[in-house]
């Protein structure tokens, strides 16, 4: 049996009731497989989508849809210390990342 997570859109209703992502540049902490970033990508201006954990970049790329890729960019590293410079995003996102 396949493991669905949010089958019925729920996640993707409350962000998009909490976060006006038009035209904004997003920061997505703990991307994994890209999977919230589908979610979302649609509507903002750019995203800068980070994770630790090399396969889950390279599964996030894989699957992101041909017309986001150009808005989203995903790289693997831990947001604690990576060199991001300060007042670059309108909008940081951390879900299910512990």
Do not use: N, W
């Not at 890729?69 to 951390?94: C, E, H, I, N, Y």
């Amino acid at each position: 049996m396949a493991f669905l997570v949010d089958p019925d859109g729920v996640e993707r209703q409350a962000v998009h009731a909490l976060v006006g992502f038009v035209g904004r540049k997003v920061l997505e902490i703990g991307c994994g497989d890209g999977r919230l970033t589908r979610r979302y990508a649609d509507r903002a201006g750019s995203v800068l989508a980070l994770d630790p954990k090399p396969e889950e970049i390279a599964r996030a790329e894989r699957t992101m849809p041909e017309p986001l890729r150009s808005k989203v960019a995903f790289r693997v590293a831990d947001v604690t210390v990576a060199d991001l410079p300060a007042g670059t995003f309108d909008v940081a996102l951390f879900a299910r990342s512990l």
